[in-house]
């Protein structure tokens, strides 16, 4: 399975963006789609998964702000952001496997996301 990201960038604080990742290859195996996102010196976190028939996970802090959402179809996951905030600066990944908890078993390469105050 290979996961291209795209949609990040600079955007003030409040702002919004919008990330998609389309899956290719062996796509039986994205059951489960999501985002982690790293900020520097700090550990990779969860941001929200999605299963195929449409299950969602969100970390407390992004409910309310971002919307995870898929297209089956096309065999891609986006992550709308809204109410962005200087934390949420960091490297976003998609990741994808055949559950929420295996999902960490392919990934993009990543998209910078930075928010400025």
């Known amino acids: 399975v290979q996961l291209m990201e795209s949609g990040g960038g600079l955007v003030q604080a409040g702002g919004s963006l919008r990330l998609s990742c389309v899956a290719s290859g062996s796509t039986l195996r994205t059951d489960a789609m999501g985002w982690y996102r790293q900020a520097p010196g700090k550990q990779r976190e969860l941001v929200a998964s999605?299963?195929?028939?449409?299950?969602?996970n969100y970390s407390d802090f992004v409910r309310g702000r971002f919307t995870i959402s898929r297209d089956n179809a096309k065999v891609t996951v986006y992550l709308q952001m809204n109410n962005l905030k200087p934390e949420d600066t960091a490297v976003y990944y998609c990741?994808?496997?055949?559950?929420?908890?295996?999902?960490?078993?392919?990934w993009g390469q990543g998209t910078q996301v930075t928010v400025s105050s």
């Open positions: 990741a994808a496997g055949l559950s929420p908890t295996a999902m960490t078993s392919y």
């Open positions: 999605i299963t195929r028939t449409g299950t969602i």
